[in-house]
């Protein structure tokens, strides 16, 4: 999810705000002069199917995944966002005038998600990942306006953002803003079919998907040259989704459909902070929208999914014999099996599945040792849960199995380290 | 068929096993129950879900912990110390009990469990908690909640855990040194 | 080649593996793969009649201790035929048979509620519940050997019914040519909420043992194939109309439509069906019923008897109605529940006048003044106040359920050692509830001391010949009469473990065998030891009146007769030290006269073996002809119970009502508890600490399948075979208040009322409570179970 790693890079902030000093000076006076506190409560009365629009649209551009903190009230905020610099609270959306937005115009509504300006005319930090609502259409804005007005308001006060000096000067956005602000951003994949144009606007847009899976620059900001090919903000890297990066690992639209439908798909299952992107967002999609969203990500012209190459004989020789492959039998077979298929609808197959066909064997490694908690899925779906291994292997017997697993099923090279986990630990 | 075996040397109960030729693959409750004899540890869901089927583990630097048999392989307590139910209570050189071990006359006083299929896990886990806090006490006002923490993983159909979680509460807290006063 | 099976799930082959490593590695390429299996042509599932179906119509007379116009109790209840798979009713006529009869007062009752009276209110609602897997955490298993040299077989099975596998054993095994000399029959402890009742396993197992080579075979499922082929909740869709008037809150007319999917497989699902069917009045006086209720065949898994058996699904369905009729006639939900609830010597639904003081109106009251029911409404608003996105309910919601099937048979036999330590063995079998220790404890009343040894789930009773035939529940009461002049004849042998019948039925026979043993051995011996003193008072004590005191003895101004003295001066006079007793109960107990060592003795039993002391003289000995040196003793008279009652489908009924407090979270749509309150009424208990685990496990799954707990009937159901607890979510800790929940039990009513059954009915009323609760809670009635956290959220979005 977005938020937890933009508000990381925060750091050089400053440094942009000497350079676009003084244009940004004359736009904060502007904002703050048009912002405004107080003011009338809005009574918005949208008709049931706007409403209804609205809350799908909010569904797709998963605004509950901030919006909403752990054990909180729904939309009432307090998520915290870690930094480096402090931490940033996710704000209450719900119409309640004091504490939610009741007071917001749809045209104040709109402008936070367009130009990341707040009501009082306050910069929001890119935590709120206007960069990429940026590309939203003023009628899906107002929409989503119109289902979050009518939401039970919810008594929560925002918790003040607890950046430390100078990251705690809001005006420093603007300059940033005005380097890395677009209208919208680039397309990932070859294609012109509707569907395609309605997968770029759900994944770049709605979706934001870029906000994790494209890595980030210096100042925190998505290097749109390099979109979706991955990146690791928190423990759990974002894959490479590009279409060449997708078919790599095997896989095919149907593939997608499955996964970002119901979260599991014969490639594997979706685990860390996709889990809930998925619980809250893409599960609820449409079959014509998730379809759109593979369409793009893979283009008009899907390239075939790579086969499992056949295993290096000498190295799955090696790994088939050695401690790897004893780990494997002590520890994850009692699930995966020895043929590796897994469990159909409680352990998911590690042959072939798309975390082994990463060639950065991170995931693969945090997931051996933290596990993976239990993971329910709709539709009656749910992965038992995974237990970590840290206090059961070595470094080495750890980086064993991971080449084993790479080897056998993976159709990746055995290179792992015991360093490399050793850093991970 | 041809089955590959390995050999496994293991710890039960303070007596040696092994080594013994085990088939690759099977896991350790299986080993329990086929080859050395020990079928008080129960197989519940053989997924690693209701935990049934613990062993406890003891670890080298004197710390215990739980560990489902029905998913883990033989292979893994090579070498290895662990205690089933059927090593709990006290026995003399015979094997004939001697006495019930506190969780489990704390069960037995409380009536806490039915049918009695989750009681080996309920036993195991609980004694792993005791001796935890052993080694780092818990403030008095926080024993309901450690209790709670250390079950909620065993799965009773029968109890609805009450008497369960009450007789390891009671005992914790009639047992100096587990708890301390203050937070 | 091959026929369509006829469920989901259904088994098609047993495997036998010879040695374990090659059987659990076979068994990792076998299961889940579907290619296993080749499959003919597609035919689609069997279509077929219902298993069947009924009616039972009421019409009450002018006040409710009034004679009945129509009722079952009376007339029957009405059977139809079946047309295209449905059931056809009889055509109604005011004079015709009692079927048109009752089909004519099943009309003017759908009459009236079509165009009611104005000041009436009429609700239809609808109610489902889910189909569930009773999920007792020992999966079913089943060994034999059969011995070819020796022709015998024998069988190591748990189930909660004994006596049906080696009945179901022997008559198998008679249709086969392998030739068969004795079957020996191994029932161990084990537990299964019905799912160990009525189940094929021990015949899977014992067609495996023949197989086997003589060697001994374990048949053993893991989760995933318990899922898979064991037996299921029966799924309910539940079609309710009640109408009440509005000034008085009083019910005026209850009609209802039942179905019960019993999947693929004849069980028990008509006799689940009819309980279900004739316990949805609940603790309510309705003036006038009809409710009809099939059970359907269908290619769902074949269900069981599992725990609740039909009156938990119509009951939650009754007491979601309840709340919501109050909150329309804007009254209290626990008031308008006191306005209309059947007080002693009112008639039932079937028309009968259940036995006993009505307790329901006492736990009533208790509910209405508890802390957690007055101070609801202001809880609510200071704890939504201070917690944002958070929703507190209380619900409240009574049931009673019959304990007990209506044709309750069990054998116990009572023997004491000349030390005085006393051994019991009993038919009952031991499914985890407590059965053991409660029958041990029961020796006390008339032994003063539990038992020292036992011997449950006995199966052969070599001192106690009884012979049966015919079935209690239809049987005649002509044939019955006829029958019963043979003195061994009993309308039914020995009942399962199920229904909550330990502690009332199981105990009776154990009462009786010790009394048989007090009366003709113990109060004897004391009476001799007293000498000139005892003499005396045997003129002034009823034997009946002498008390225990600290394991002896004791008659005012006597001396105290420690157990062990008694039991040695018995043993030496040659009285009675043993006695075995058969008993049968249809919602009264069978009793019978006989003679005892000399005297007339009449007991509440059919049949009574007696086991004399060593000093008994030569003439006895004589007597004593079977292998333990029991006497059997013909019955002089004997009295059944009438067959009518059959019809009554009440007798024994307990009474729980429970609240739950909870808290609903919007954002997750989860529902916690934070401690729920039970009153329960069950007679004199015969051991508090098992009455309150009851209550504590059968309220856990209540819970579960009120939030958790949910299988889909079909294809993606559990017969795919990849079922476990990853998808089937058992209640844990966390779920169930377990620091907070707290019981009150209703004192006994005097010392001398029995113990009464409970397991059962513990966890029914905290299903409709939670739902109710959600209701106050969130404002919406949720009448699908079970309540799930997406479900709420729908509702809340
Ligand atoms: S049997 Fe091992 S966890 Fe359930
Ligand atoms: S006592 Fe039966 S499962 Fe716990």
Same mark, same amino acid.
């Given at each position: 999810?977005?938020?937890?790693?933009?508000?990381?890079?925060?750091?050089?902030?400053?440094?942009?705000?000497?350079?676009?000093?003084?244009?940004?000076? $004359?736009?904060?006076?502007?904002?703050?002069?048009?912002?405004?506190?107080?003011?009338?409560?809005?009574?918005?009365?949208?008709?049931?199917?706007?409403?209804?629009?609205?809350?799908?649209?909010?569904?797709?551009?998963?605004?509950?995944?901030?919006?909403?903190? #752990?054990?909180?009230?729904?939309?009432?905020?307090?998520?915290?966002?870690?930094?480096?610099?402090?931490?940033?609270?996710?704000?209450?959306?719900?119409?309640?005038?004091?504490?939610?937005?009741?007071?917001?115009?749809?045209?104040?509504?709109?402008?936070?998600?367009?130009?990341?300006?707040?009501?009082?005319?306050?910069?929001?930090?890119?935590?709120?990942?206007?960069?990429?609502?940026?590309?939203?259409?003023?009628?899906?804005?107002?929409?989503?306006?119109?289902?979050?007005?009518?939401?039970?308001?919810?008594?929560?006060?925002?918790?003040?953002?607890?950046?430390?000096?100078?990251?705690?000067?809001?005006?420093?956005?603007?300059?940033?803003?005005?380097?890395?602000?677009?209208?919208?951003?680039?397309?990932?994949?070859?294609?012109?079919?509707?569907?395609?144009?309605?997968?770029?606007?759900?994944?770049?847009?709605?979706?934001?998907?870029?906000?994790?899976?494209?890595?980030?620059?210096?100042?925190?900001?998505?290097?749109?040259?390099?979109?979706?090919?991955?990146?690791?903000?928190?423990?759990?890297?974002? #894959?490479?989704?590009?279409?060449?990066?997708?078919?790599?690992?095997?896989?095919?639209?149907?593939?997608?459909?499955?996964?970002?439908?119901?979260?599991?798909?014969?490639?594997?299952?979706?685990?860390?902070?996709?889990? #809930?992107?998925?619980?809250?967002?893409?599960?609820?999609?449409?079959?014509?929208?998730?379809?759109?969203? $593979?369409?793009?990500?893979?283009?008009?012209?899907?390239?075939?999914?790579?086969?499992?190459?056949?295993?290096?004989?000498?190295?799955?020789?090696?790994?088939?014999?050695?401690?790897?492959?004893?780990?494997?039998?002590?520890?994850?077979?009692?699930?995966?099996?020895?043929?590796?298929?897994?469990?159909?609808?409680?352990?998911?197959?590690?042959?072939?599945?798309?975390?082994?066909?990463?060639?950065?064997?991170?995931?693969?490694?945090?997931?051996?040792?933290?596990?993976?908690?239990?993971?329910?899925?709709?539709?009656?779906?749910?992965?038992?849960?995974?237990?970590?291994?840290?206090?059961? &292997?070595?470094?080495?017997?750890?980086?064993?199995?991971?080449?084993? &697993?790479?080897?056998?099923?993976?159709?990746?090279?055995?290179?792992?380290?015991?360093?490399?986990?050793?850093?991970?630990? | 068929?041809?089955?590959? +075996?390995?050999?496994?040397?293991?710890?039960?109960?303070?007596?040696?096993?092994?080594?013994?030729?085990?088939?690759?693959?099977?896991?350790?409750?299986?080993?329990?129950?086929?080859?050395?004899?020990?079928?008080?540890?129960?197989?519940?869901?053989?997924?690693?879900?209701? *935990? %049934?089927?613990?062993?406890?583990?003891?670890?080298?630097?004197?710390?215990?912990?739980?560990?489902? +048999?029905?998913? +883990?392989?033989?292979?893994?307590?090579?070498?290895?110390?662990?205690?089933?139910?059927?090593?709990?209570?006290?026995?003399?050189?015979?094997?004939?009990?001697?006495?019930?071990?506190?969780?489990?006359? %704390?069960?037995?006083?409380?009536?806490?469990?039915?049918?009695?299929?989750?009681?080996?896990?309920?036993?195991?886990?609980?004694?792993?908690?005791?001796?935890?806090?052993?080694?780092?006490?818990?403030?008095?006002?926080?024993?309901?909640?450690?209790?709670? %923490?250390?079950?909620?993983? *065993?799965?009773?159909?029968? +109890?609805?855990?009450?008497?369960?979680?009450?007789?390891?509460?009671?005992?914790?807290?009639?047992?100096?040194?587990?708890?301390?006063?203050? %937070? | 080649?091959?026929?369509?099976?006829?469920?989901?799930?259904?088994?098609?082959?047993?495997?036998?593996?010879?040695?374990?490593?090659?059987?659990?590695?076979?068994?990792?390429?076998?299961?889940?793969?579907?290619?296993?299996?080749?499959?003919?042509?597609?035919?689609?599932?069997?279509?077929?009649?219902?298993?069947?179906?009924?009616?039972?119509?009421?019409?009450?007379?002018?006040?409710?201790?009034d004679d009945d116009v129509f009722s079952c109790l009376k007339q029957g209840p009405v059977s139809p035929s079946y047309d295209k798979h449905e059931p056809v009713w009889p055509k109604p006529a005011r004079d015709g048979d009692l079927g048109a009869q009752g089909m004519y007062h099943a009309d003017t009752i759908q009459y009236e509620l079509a165009h009611p009276p104005a000041e009436w209110l009429v609700l239809t609602r609808n109610y489902a519940t889910q189909s569930g897997d009773t999920a007792a955490l020992e999966p079913d298993n089943a060994n034999g050997w059969y011995d070819a040299d020796e022709q015998e077989l024998h069988l190591v099975v748990p189930t909660q019914s004994p006596q049906e596998?080696?009945?179901?054993?022997?008559?198998?095994?008679?249709?086969?040519?392998?030739?068969?000399?004795?079957?020996?029959?191994?029932?161990?402890?084990?537990?299964?909420?019905?799912?160990?009742?009525?189940?094929?396993?021990?015949?899977?197992?014992?067609?495996?043992?023949?197989?086997?080579?003589?060697?001994?075979?374990?048949?053993?499922?893991?989760?995933?194939?318990?899922?898979?082929?064991?037996?299921?909740?029966?799924?309910?869709?539940?079609?309710?109309?009640?109408?009440?008037?509005?000034?008085?809150?009083?019910?005026?007319?209850?009609?209802?439509?039942?179905?019960?999917?019993?999947?693929?497989?004849?069980?028990?699902?008509?006799?689940?069906?009819?309980?279900?069917?004739?316990?949805?009045?609940?603790?309510?006086?309705?003036?006038?019923?009809?409710?009809?209720?099939?059970?359907?065949?269908?290619?769902?898994?074949?269900?069981?008897?599992?725990?609740?058996?039909?009156?938990?699904?119509?009951?939650?369905?009754?007491?979601?109605?309840?709340?919501?009729?109050?909150?329309?006639?804007?009254?209290?939900?626990?008031?308008?529940?006191?306005?209309?609830?059947?007080?002693?010597?009112?008639?039932?639904?079937?028309?009968?006048?259940?036995?006993?003081?009505?307790?329901?109106?006492?736990?009533?009251?208790?509910? =209405?003044?508890?802390?957690?029911?007055?101070?609801?409404?202001?809880?609510?608003?200071?704890?939504?106040?201070?917690?944002?996105?958070?929703?507190?309910?209380?619900?409240?919601?009574?049931?009673?359920?019959?304990?007990?099937?209506?044709?309750?048979?069990?054998?116990?036999?009572?023997?004491?050692?000349?030390?005085?330590?006393?051994?019991?063995?009993?038919?009952?079998?031991?499914?985890?509830?407590?059965?053991?220790?409660?029958?041990?404890?029961?020796?006390?009343?008339?032994?003063?001391?539990?038992?020292?040894?036992?011997?449950?789930?006995?199966?052969?009773?070599?001192?106690?010949?009884?012979?049966?035939?015919?079935?209690?529940?239809?049987?005649?009461?002509?044939?019955?009469?006829?029958?019963?002049?043979?003195?061994?004849?009993?309308?039914?042998?020995?009942?399962?473990?199920?229904?909550?019948?330990?502690?009332?039925?199981?105990?009776?026979?154990?009462?009786?065998?010790?009394?048989?043993?007090?009366?003709?051995?113990?109060?004897?011996?004391?009476?001799?030891?007293?000498?000139?003193?005892?003499?005396?008072?045997?003129?002034?004590?009823?034997?009946?009146?002498?008390?225990?005191?600290?394991?002896?003895?004791?008659?005012?101004?006597?001396?105290?007769?420690?157990?062990?003295?008694?039991?040695?001066?018995?043993?030496?006079?040659?009285?009675?030290?043993?006695?075995?007793?058969?008993?049968?109960?249809?919602?009264?107990?069978?009793?019978?006269?006989?003679?005892?060592?000399?005297?007339?003795?009449?007991?509440?039993?059919?049949?009574?073996?007696?086991?004399?002391?060593?000093?008994?003289?030569?003439?006895?000995?004589?007597?004593?002809?079977?292998?333990?040196?029991?006497?059997?003793?013909?019955?002089?008279?004997?009295?059944?119970?009438?067959?009518?009652?059959?019809?009554?489908?009440?007798?024994?009924?307990?009474?729980?009502?429970?609240?739950?407090?909870?808290?609903?979270?919007?954002?997750?749509?989860?529902?916690?508890?934070?401690?729920?309150?039970?009153?329960?009424?069950?007679?004199?208990?015969?051991?508090?600490?098992?009455?309150?685990?009851?209550?504590?496990?059968?309220?856990?799954?209540?819970?579960?399948?009120?939030?958790?707990?949910?299988?889909?009937?079909?294809?993606?159901?559990?017969?795919?075979?990849?079922?476990?607890?990853?998808?089937?979510?058992?209640? =844990?800790?966390?779920?169930?208040?377990?620091?907070?929940?707290?019981?009150?039990?209703?004192?006994?009513?005097?010392?001398?009322?029995?113990?009464?059954?409970?397991?059962?009915?513990?966890?029914?009323?905290?299903?409709?409570?939670?739902?109710?609760?959600?209701?106050?809670?969130?404002?919406?009635?949720?009448?699908?179970?079970?309540?799930?956290?997406?479900?709420?959220?729908?509702?809340?979005?």
């Open positions: 999810m977005t938020v937890r790693r933009t508000g990381l890079r925060v750091v050089i902030i400053a440094a942009v705000v000497l350079i676009v000093g003084i244009a940004a000076a $004359a736009l904060a006076m502007r904002n703050l002069w048009s912002g405004r506190t107080g003011g009338p409560v809005q009574a918005v009365n949208a008709p049931a199917d706007v409403v209804a629009r609205g809350k799908y649209l909010s569904e797709a551009a998963d605004c509950a995944a901030c919006h909403t903190a #752990p054990g909180g009230a729904p939309f009432a905020g307090g998520l915290p966002m870690q930094s480096g610099f402090g931490t940033i609270y996710a704000t209450n959306i719900t119409p309640d005038p004091d504490d939610g937005i009741g007071r917001w115009s749809a045209e104040d509504f709109w402008r936070a998600l367009h130009d990341g300006v707040r009501r009082d005319g306050a910069q929001l930090y890119p935590a709120m990942p206007y960069t990429s609502y940026r590309g939203m259409t003023r009628a899906d804005a107002d929409a989503i306006y119109a289902y979050v007005m009518q939401l039970r308001p919810m008594k929560v006060a925002n918790r003040r953002t607890e950046l430390n000096f100078p990251f705690n000067i809001r005006l420093g956005m603007l300059g940033w803003n005005m380097l890395f602000l677009h209208d919208s951003l680039p397309a990932v994949s070859d294609g012109r079919t509707p569907a395609w144009q309605r997968g770029r606007y759900l994944v770049n847009v709605l979706g934001h998907c870029g906000e994790c899976h494209t890595p980030r620059g210096i100042v925190g900001e998505m290097k749109l040259s390099r979109s979706l090919i991955g990146f690791a903000l928190g423990r759990v890297a974002a #894959p490479d989704i590009t279409p060449a990066g997708l078919a790599s690992r095997g896989w095919t639209a149907a593939g997608l459909r499955a996964y970002l439908g119901r979260g599991l798909a014969r490639q594997g299952s979706a685990f860390g902070d996709m889990h #809930p992107v998925i619980m809250l967002s893409t599960r609820n999609l449409t079959a014509e929208d998730l379809n759109a969203v $593979a369409i793009y990500l893979l283009g008009d012209n899907p390239p075939p999914p790579a086969p499992l190459p056949p295993p290096d004989a000498t190295e799955s020789a090696e790994a088939a014999s050695g401690a790897g492959r004893m780990s494997y039998v002590a520890l994850c077979a009692g699930c995966h099996g020895l043929d590796g298929n897994g469990v159909p609808n409680t352990v998911v197959a590690v042959r072939n599945n798309s975390t082994l066909r990463l060639a950065d064997p991170r995931n693969l490694i945090v997931a051996m040792l933290d596990g993976i908690g239990a993971q329910n899925f709709s539709h009656r779906a749910s992965m038992q849960a995974m237990p970590g291994f840290s206090d059961k &292997l070595s470094d080495a017997e750890a980086a064993a199995l991971a080449n084993y &697993l790479r080897v056998t099923w993976g159709g990746q090279k055995g290179d792992v380290a015991a360093s490399v986990v050793r850093a991970l630990r | 068929m041809i089955l590959q +075996t390995r050999p496994l040397t293991v710890t039960i109960n303070g007596r040696r096993y092994g080594p013994i030729d085990v088939p690759e693959g099977l896991m350790m409750i299986d080993v329990l129950h086929e080859m050395l004899g020990l079928t008080g540890s129960r197989l519940g869901c053989g997924i690693g879900i209701c *935990h %049934a089927c613990v062993v406890i583990w003891d670890r080298d630097d004197q710390t215990s912990e739980e560990v489902q +048999t029905c998913i +883990t392989g033989a292979g893994f307590f090579d070498g290895k110390r662990i205690r089933t139910v059927e090593g709990i209570a006290r026995r003399n050189d015979k094997g004939e009990i001697l006495a019930l071990s506190p969780v489990q006359q %704390a069960f037995l006083d409380q009536f806490s469990f039915q049918c009695g299929y989750c009681t080996p896990g309920f036993v195991n886990a609980a004694t792993v908690l005791i001796e935890r806090l052993k080694r780092a006490p818990v403030p008095r006002g926080q024993v309901e909640a450690t209790v709670a %923490a250390a079950l909620e993983k *065993h799965i009773c159909r029968c +109890t609805g855990y009450v008497r369960y979680y009450q007789a390891v509460r009671d005992l914790i807290l009639a047992t100096p040194g587990l708890t301390r006063d203050a %937070a | 080649e091959g026929k369509t099976a006829a469920y989901l799930g259904q088994a098609v082959a047993i495997l036998i593996y010879r040695d374990f490593a090659r059987f659990r590695f076979a068994k990792e390429k076998l299961q889940f793969n579907d290619a296993v299996i080749r499959y003919g042509a597609v035919t689609g599932p069997l279509q077929r009649d219902p298993w069947g179906s009924s009616r039972f119509v009421r019409v009450g007379g002018p006040t409710p201790y596998v080696a009945e179901g054993a022997a008559a198998i095994l008679q249709r086969s040519r392998i030739g068969m000399k004795r079957l020996f029959l191994h029932p161990c402890f084990t537990v299964g909420y019905g799912s160990k009742d009525h189940c094929t396993m021990p015949y899977y197992g014992l067609l495996a043992a023949v197989y086997g080579d003589g060697r001994p075979v374990r048949l053993a499922n893991d989760r995933f194939d318990q899922f898979q082929s064991g037996l299921k909740r029966h799924q309910f869709s539940m079609g309710y109309t009640v109408a009440v008037e509005r000034r008085t809150g009083l019910l005026q007319s209850f009609r209802a439509e039942i179905v019960a999917n019993g999947g693929g497989r004849a069980n028990c699902s008509v006799a689940l069906t009819l309980v279900g069917a004739t316990s949805a009045q609940s603790v309510y006086y309705f003036p006038k019923n009809d409710v009809a209720a099939t059970a359907i065949a269908s290619r769902a898994i074949d269900s069981g008897a599992a725990r609740g058996y039909g009156a938990l699904e119509t009951l939650t369905a009754t007491e979601l109605m309840m709340d919501e009729i109050a909150g329309e006639l804007g009254l209290d939900a626990i008031e308008f529940r006191l306005r209309n609830v059947l007080k002693t010597g009112m008639r039932s639904a079937q028309g009968a006048v259940p036995l006993g003081t009505q307790r329901a109106e006492t736990v009533l009251e208790q509910a =209405r003044d508890h802390a957690l029911w007055t101070g609801r409404a202001s809880r609510k608003q200071v704890y939504d106040a201070g917690h944002p996105g958070k929703y507190y309910g209380v619900g409240f919601a009574c049931i009673q359920r019959r304990f007990g099937t209506g044709a309750e048979a069990s054998l116990a036999k009572v023997e004491l050692a000349p030390d005085g330590r006393i051994a019991l063995s009993h038919s009952g079998t031991e499914i985890g509830t407590g059965t053991s220790s409660g029958q041990a404890i029961a020796c006390a009343r008339w032994l003063g001391r539990p038992a020292d040894a036992l011997d449950m789930a006995v199966t052969e009773w070599p001192d106690l010949p009884v012979e049966t035939s015919g079935d209690p529940h239809s049987i005649s009461q002509a044939e019955q009469d006829r029958l019963a002049k043979n003195p061994r004849w009993s309308p039914a042998y020995a009942s399962a473990s199920s229904a909550s019948n330990s502690s009332y039925y199981f105990s009776h026979v154990t009462r009786e065998a010790a009394r048989v043993v007090y009366l003709h051995g113990l109060w004897p011996a004391a009476l001799a030891m007293w000498g000139r003193d005892g003499r005396e008072a045997a003129r002034e004590v009823k034997p009946e009146d002498a008390r225990w005191r600290d394991g002896a003895l004791a008659v005012e101004g006597l001396e105290l007769l420690p157990l062990a003295r008694l039991a040695q001066e018995a043993h030496a006079r040659g009285l009675v030290v043993g006695a075995a007793v058969h008993a049968f109960n249809r919602w009264q107990w069978a009793e019978a006269d006989f003679v005892v060592d000399g005297a007339s003795a009449r007991a509440a039993v059919d049949a009574l073996s007696v086991r004399y002391g060593g000093g008994a003289g030569a003439a006895k000995e004589a007597l004593s002809t079977t292998p333990n040196r029991y006497q059997v003793l013909d019955r002089r008279t004997v009295s059944f119970p009438p067959t009518q009652n059959n019809n009554a489908m009440v007798g024994y009924n307990t009474v729980v009502g429970t609240l739950a407090e909870m808290v609903v979270d919007a954002a997750s749509g989860k529902v916690t508890l934070l401690s729920h309150h039970t009153i329960l009424e069950c007679g004199n208990m015969l051991a508090p600490e098992l009455v309150s685990s009851q209550i504590q496990g059968a309220t856990a799954t209540g819970i579960g399948l009120t939030l958790h707990e949910w299988l889909p009937l079909y294809e993606d159901g559990p017969g795919n075979g990849t079922w476990n607890f990853n998808r089937y979510h058992l209640p =844990r800790g966390s779920d169930v208040a377990v620091w907070t929940q707290t019981a009150d039990v209703l004192p006994p009513l005097s010392d001398r009322e029995p113990p009464k059954g409970m397991a059962e009915v513990a966890g029914i009323p905290i299903m409709a409570a939670i739902v109710n609760g959600v209701a106050h809670a969130i404002g919406h009635r949720f009448r699908t179970l079970p309540v799930t956290p997406e479900r709420i959220l729908e509702v809340l979005a």
